[in-house]
């Protein structure tokens, strides 16, 4: 049994244009892998040596924003 292929991502006329303008040179698909790992890591889905979070989230001590 052999595994089935990822699913193709369709992107917005939007986002094609900024990979178009942006990132000249460079395929698409790596762009957007690189951009899901840095959203991913910012949002703390990913551990720093870049495996996913066993819960979804890496604990931190008190959330940001406004202390009161």
């Known amino acids: ?3 089935s292929p990822p699913p193709r991502l369709r992107v917005t006329a939007w986002t ?3 990979l178009r303008r ?4 460079e395929k698409p698909w ?3 892998q690189r951009a899901m790992r840095m959203l991913a890591q910012a949002d703390g889905h990913l551990t720093p040596d870049g495996h ?3 819960d979804g989230r890496i604990k931190h001590g008190r959330p940001a924003g406004r202390r009161t």
Not at 22 to 25: A, I
């Open 22 to 25: 942006c990132y000249t040179g």
């Open 16 to 18: 094609f244009a900024v």
């Open 1 to 3: 049994m052999t595994a």
């Open 30 to 32: 790596d762009v957007l």
């Open 52 to 54: 996913l979070t066993p």
